[in-house]
């Protein structure tokens, strides 16, 4: 049995793929159960927000594939310019001015910061991931609608 980098105790949980390969392993949180659904809801609330980004993309164009390839320009640089899966502080300084200013990064260090435990729901890890949801939905919503009505 080979050791996974990262665990220091027991672990728990492991997730694997079709073809055997590793995914995800998860050791012991010491998150309440209050904590852990509030990571959720931070996920599902910044789902929410994006799919009407990705609503008003999608009717702004009229093409599946046009409406694929416009969102990829926005996607790709917040997701693999975000803390979601590297450090920030490993992040080149420009990088990380814009990784702390960014929905996705903020999305990923509030769910992360509610999971582990180490923070609670009055944490400015989980309001900043709020008032981006809250932004965000301020001005797809009304966009989208337009763009809805538009269109039919």
Do not use: C, K
Request: hydrophobic fraction near 55%.
């Amino acid at each position: 049995m080979a050791t996974l980098q990262g665990h220091t105790g027991t672990v728990y949980n492991v997730a694997l793929s079709p073809d055997g390969q590793l995914l995800v392993s998860s050791g012991r949180s010491h998150a309440t159960f209050a904590s852990m659904v509030g990571g959720a809801v931070v996920v599902v609330l910044f789902g929410y927000a994006m799919s009407w980004i990705f609503a008003a993309v999608g009717l702004a164009v009229h093409e599946p594939e046009a409406a694929q390839a416009a969102s990829f320009p926005v996607m790709a640089p917040l997701v693999f310019a975000s803390g979601a899966f590297v450090p920030v502080d490993s992040l080149p300084d420009r990088l990380q001015t814009f990784d702390n200013h960014q929905p996705v990064s903020n999305a990923a260090t509030a769910v992360r910061a509610l999971m582990v435990g180490g923070s609670t729901f009055s944490s400015a890890d989980v309001w900043h991931s709020l008032l981006w949801d809250l932004a965000i939905l301020v001005v797809a919503v009304p966009l989208a609608a337009r763009l809805y009505r538009r269109a039919v």
